[in-house]
């Protein structure tokens, strides 16, 4: 027969595999270059890696604010442009960039990036660029 502690330890694997499981069920994006500090130069690259969950990606979408303004936008979907990009299958991880261009002195920019998988399971970061 188990004891009460045994079942609090039953309890607390039990509750960190769900936990597992459902973080790395979902596609992720997370940024891996993203500046901290005001930025001088004319343009600047950020990074970010696409991590999926169990299913694949179908879309994926970058929207782009200057001075919290619409600047532009990209949205891919696996069914339309398939040959424009090789989608990430799951449990796979991308690397991926994006260039931000200074318009103007002290422009912020907002890069939102989000990826929707075949579950319809989603991820999104943001990643802010300050210009000098």
Request: hydrophobic share 40%; aromatic share 16%; net charge negative.
């Amino acid at each position: 027969m188990m004891n009460k502690r045994s079942y609090i330890v039953i309890f607390i694997l039990l509750i960190t595999f769900v936990a597992l499981f459902v973080n790395y069920s979902n596609p992720r994006v997370e940024f891996t270059n993203c500046p901290t500090e005001l930025v001088y130069e004319y343009d600047t690259i950020i990074e970010f890696d696409i991590k999926t969950g169990k299913s694949d990606i179908i879309n994926l979408f970058v929207y782009v604010e200057n001075n919290d303004e619409y600047y532009s936008r990209m949205y891919l979907s696996k069914e339309d442009n398939v040959a424009l990009w090789d989608f990430p299958t799951r449990f796979e991880t991308r690397e991926m960039s994006w260039s931000v261009e200074i318009d103007n002195p002290f422009d912020v920019f907002t890069v939102f990036v989000e990826v929707i998988d075949e579950s319809l399971n989603s991820g999104s970061a943001e990643c802010v660029v300050k210009f000098g």
